[in-house]
Each structure stands twice: as structure tokens, then as C-alpha cells.
């Protein structure tokens, strides 16, 4: 059995990850320093993973997390554009600092793949539609640089050390365990508590903002994917659901599943934040076999499920 190790497998994505790889058989490692994992978030696996507790910002916490490791899902990060543009040494720290030194840490190790969770947040706000692997990136935040500086970092260990990499641009990522309570919560996030609460959407600026709202288990698809390809390279990879939605179209199905109408509190714009985002997935598809198993509506209806269930 494989041995995988799995950095914030104790976060929202992490732990989605941390499960899919248990349900194909891998024997699974998490290192998380639980700034924003939550230990619940692995309830229902802590028997069955090794689970170390520390950042990825210490290079020996890095090196003592790769004993043995096969492949490394590096999905530890400081989130959230608003908090690295609030505090961007914290952020360079956590997202550029520690992605080297799991790079480094893994080359030593002679693990033999790293699959690196990028962000669409790279692209900027470029106004072509979709977006597409071969742009040239235009990063507007502190969180945005520290996510190009990890693919161009693992780009060159590939390069210059052999280190089999990928990097995976996940697009507005949503699903059960996204924390709702924090003040960069993920909007969908804050959507569902609005819908179970009966109250009004807040929405900065208009509403006509557009994601590529992605639901978890297609990342979690695209990452076992990415670790078990053949390909060669360091590839950059978008991955989505292929297709962009606005706020208010958002807020139009949730209505919908809840049998509500509840208002929308528009304020105004957020500074550095992007307009529209919509991924070309046509590469995803053809490098790794990748294609989103579960839809837009599909997504938000799970995701509602569990919200409830809290």
C-alpha cells in the first residue's frame, strides 16, 4: 500500500482528500498545525491515519512528515485573499516558505510525486473567458503570489532535481466542512448558514460576479488522479466544473432547495477581488482522465445536507 502524506489534511479540502485516499487503499499520513484544520474535520478516519501535529513552516517538522512517503498531496496554505492582504507576511510564510520546504523536504525523502494545490487566484483579473493554462499569470494579492511562487517552485525542483510534480489550479472550491464562522469564509459557506437561518444574503457589489463554483469530491477526483497519472513534466492543471455562475444565480437555487425567498443585502465591492472566473477544464481532461462527477446543483443539495445535519 502506498504511503501518502497529506499536508492540511485536517482543512476543508485536506480532509475530503484524506478520505478519498483511505477509500482507495492508501495508507495515509496528516500534517496539520490546526490554525485553520479542525481535528472533527478527521473524526471519522483518526483511527485509521497517522496524524502529526505542526507546520510546514518548520523545515524538520517537513522533513520528520515524509519518512517512508510515496507521494505528497500538499494542500497546506494560509487561505483567503482578504487575510493575506491584511497580513501578507503571514502568508508568505505559511504558502511560499512551507511549500519550499515540503519541496525540499520531499526531494530529500525521494518521494516520488508532488501534487501541489495552486489556486485559479493566479490568473487575476484578466478579462478573457475561460480561463486557460497557458495565460500569463497576473497575481493581485499576497495569497495569489505565494500560489504562483509554489508552482514556479515546484516547477524548477522538477527541473532541477527530478521531483515529479503537479500543480492543480482549483477553482472556488465548496462543500460540507467549509467553515462558515470565520470572517473569510468561503461564500457559498456563508450562503448555506443565511439559507438555514432565514437570513438575507450578504453579497459584495452586485451579485453579477461569476466562479467556476467547484464541488470537493471532484478535487479530491483530480488529485488522486494527478498522483496516479503517468504524466511527465510539471504540469499546470486548471481544475472546475467547467462553467461560471453568478452570485445571485447562487442564491436563486438555494432558494429553490430550501422552499424560501430570501433577500440579498448588496454593499459595496471588495478591494482585490476578481470579477468573473471560468476555467477551461479541456487540459485536465486530457492529462489526468479528469471530469467533474458531481454538478452545480448536485453539490450545493450535499452541501445543504450536511450544513443541516451541524
Known sequence: MPLALVTGGAGFIGSHLVEGLLARDYKVRVLDNFSTGRRENLASVLTKVELLEGSVANLTTARSAMRNVDVVFHQAALPSVPRSVKNPLESNEINITGTLNVLVAARDAGVKRVVYAASSA???????????ETMTPDPLSPYAIGKLAGEMYARAFTQLYGLSTVSLRYFNVFGPRQDPTTQYAGVIAKFMTCALESKPYPVYGDGEQSRDFTYVANVVEANIRAAESTIAGAPLINIAYGERTTLNQIIKILNELTGQKLSVDYGPERAGDVKHSHADVTL?????????????????????????QQ
Do not use: C, D, F, S
Open 284 to 308: 485536465a481532461g486530457k492529462l489526468i482522465g479528469y471530469e467533474p462527477m458531481v454538478n452545480l446543483r448536485e453539490g450545493l443539495k450535499r452541501t445543504l445536507e450536511w450544513y443541516r
Open 122 to 132: 493566479v490568473y487575476g483579473n484578466q478579462p478573457t473567458l475561460p480561463k486557460v
